[in-house]
């Protein structure tokens, strides 16, 4: 989409928009050598002052500045308060601290700018009075007078500004300003005396205090569903760094196994199973029909599913996962198509096995290299740390970089399945337990696994136990076609939860992959083209098909489907009768040729 036609629909929104400069190789288009704001500031004359959201003016500014990034005025011009976070100047850990005191913002449109910040959009309020600047470190709040960089606009870096995934004004309404951040641009509004605060919960005892929390609520009757709350509130404001939100569910669903009001629930002493009451939660068809979305939420269709689990399988070194796995990296941080198919654009953690100095010259040819939204965690800063540490830590980095993309290249490496593990259905269950833990929070997995010697089906063709492919959602078999094929061909298999195409022909070109087709459809095509090479190009020379047998060696059945496809297409002109006497003759269509 073009600038000029982001900003027409900024602008049916009801929010005035105007041309802003844009960088050029670095440099602000206003051609100041010094310029302190490159790609920011107003072209027009009274700045933000012309903001408009008439059509016509917004098509002749972007028609003589089609370059020009897009600027939104906030305010009550267009109903709209911004809250800008700048991570360069603190913005991300003081944001941390607000919400730590205050509780998380609500959801409303979200966007992430160029430089690596955040723009939260909330509903104009007249008790904020005039922009605040450094409000706190590297935090200010955008209203009457002021502006925003909208997305589709791109920064000095190249990076473009983007609404964060499901945060779109499309997708989400924008939401009155929190209380909280009222009373924070208002000092008069806070109370006389701040409330007293609970003590902070240091690492190293998270687990055990929230844990007490839960026996405490547990002992006392309270249910699953309230001590979840309860905790996760707790975790969010008084744990620091606060746990991974599934790690928090799991303590309130392991206390609320015993029976309500049990006292031992206090005491750690019995932990038989048998002494305790299981909580199941069954749904009903009604309650999944509520919960669970109703389209697909992919990420890459047809390979990858938020929420869900993706293995990629290939021969080592040979099948190209880690290619096949930084091109689609790359494809989801831009929102860029991949092999034809949209991807939803959001940021990516990546674990690798591979040593720096090869994992530099993988993700450089996936233009990666260079890029503040691909997070990498290389394995051998892992040595030593558990697993289901290591998913703890990717799942907070996830959290804090907002990335709904989780690669794990390869799994057997990082969860230390070694020898005989890999075969064990109770070590692969174990590896993949904490994996399913973080898909329920909202993160598509994708995970790497070397192809077994004997290969197989795609439901198998993973190295060691079955386990792991039972619990994937999705299982891709990356393989060559043969020595006969070129080595940038590639045959995906798949076997899916979901529907979609089982085989797909790859090539792998300088721009990234490129789909072929399904395999028969590829191999259809190539012999028809092989057969149109054979056919005369006048229709002073065309053939009969007795001719092209003969010259071909194929047989007259095989001929006569293929030419009946190259007529269809209108590849082919025929001549004569089709009788004893007049056979047709067939010549190619100069025309198509050409």
């Not at 008790?127 to 960089?149: C, Q």
């Not at 309860?230 to 991974?244: F, Q, T």
């Not at 994992?359 to 260079?370: H, Q, Y």
């Not at 006048?538 to 009969?544: D, L």
Request: charge should be positive; hydrophobic fraction near 35%; include cysteine.
């Amino acid at each position: 989409m073009t600038k000029k036609n982001i900003a027409l629909r900024a602008a049916r929104r009801g929010w005035p928009v105007i041309p802003l400069n844009w960088a050029m190789n670095g440099r602000c288009s206003c051609n100041d050598l010094n310029c302190s704001s490159v790609g920011k500031h107003p072209i027009t004359a009274h700045g933000v002052k012309d903001a408009t959201t008439k059509r016509s003016t917004i098509r002749r500014w972007w028609h003589e500045f089609p370059k020009a990034n897009i600027g939104v005025a906030t305010g009550m011009v267009s109903n709209l308060t911004v809250l800008d976070v700048d991570p360069r100047h603190g913005g991300e850990n003081s944001l941390r601290r607000f919400e730590k005191q205050n509780g998380p913002l609500p959801n409303g449109p979200a966007a992430r700018t160029g430089s690596g910040g955040f723009h939260y959009y909330f509903k104009y309020s007249p008790e904020i009075v005039g922009n605040k600047i450094a409000l706190m470190p590297g935090i200010d709040v955008k209203t009457d007078g002021g502006y925003v960089v909208h997305p589709g606009s791109r920064h000095k870096s190249g990076k473009r500004y983007v609404w964060l995934l499901g945060r779109s004004p499309k997708k989400v309404s924008t939401v009155p300003v929190p209380e909280s951040l009222l009373r924070l641009t208002n000092p008069a509004k806070a109370p006389n005396k701040a409330p007293e605060c609970e003590p902070m919960i240091p690492e190293g005892g998270r687990n055990s205090t929230l844990a007490s929390l839960a026996g405490t609520m547990r002992s006392r009757g309270m249910t699953y569903e309230a001590i979840e709350a309860a905790l996760l509130e707790d975790n969010s404001l008084r744990c620091d760094p606060p746990l991974p939100d599934f790690e928090v569910r799991n303590i309130a669903r392991s206390i609320s196994q015993y029976a309500s009001g049990d006292v031992r629930i206090l005491s750690s002493t019995s932990k038989d199973d048998d002494e305790k009451e299981r909580k199941l939660h069954f749904r009903t068809g009604k309650q999944i029909a509520v919960e669970a979305p109703a389209k697909v939420p992919w990420l890459v269709r047809p390979f990858v599913v938020i929420g869900g689990i993706t293995e990629v399988d290939g021969k080592v070194k040979l099948a190209g996962k880690t290619t096949f796995l930084t091109y689609m990296a790359a494809a989801v941080l831009d929102g860029s198509l991949f092999l034809g198919q949209q991807t939803s654009q959001t940021n990516v953690v990546y674990l690798t096995e591979q040593h720096l100095v090869s994992f530099r010259a993988a993700i450089e040819r996936a233009n990666l290299l260079g890029r503040s939204d691909f997070h990498v965690l290389n394995w051998t800063d892992t040595i030593g740390v558990k697993w289901k540490s290591i998913v703890q830590a990717a799942v907070t980095e996830c959290k804090r970089q907002n990335a709904k993309l989780l690669i794990v290249d390869t799994l057997p490496q990082f969860a230390g399945l070694v020898g005989d593990k890999k075969n064990n259905s109770g070590d692969a269950l174990e590896a993949m337990r904490p994996l399913q833990e973080a898909a329920k929070l909202g993160i598509a997995i994708v995970i790497a696994r070397h192809e077994r010697k004997s290969g197989g089906s795609a439901a198998d063709s993973g190295r060691g136990s079955s386990a792991f492919a039972g619990i994937a959602d999705i299982i891709l078999s990356i393989r060559r076609q043969g020595e006969n094929q070129p080595r940038n061909i590639r045959l995906i298999q798949k076997e899916s939860r979901f529907d979609g195409p089982d085989e797909l022909l790859v090539e792998l070109t300088d721009e990234g992959y490129r789909a072929l087709g399904a395999p028969g459809e590829v191999a259809r095509q190539r012999a028809a083209d092989d057969l149109l090479s054979a056919i005369p190009q006048s229709r002073k020379e065309a053939m009969t098909i007795e001719d092209l047998a003969a010259s071909t060696g194929k047989k007259r059945a095989y001929l006569q489907r293929f030419l009946d496809h190259l007529e269809a297409n209108r590849k082919i002109l025929k001549r004569g009768r089709g009788r004893k006497g007049s056979p047709f003759r067939y010549f190619q269509n100069e025309i198509h040729s050409a």
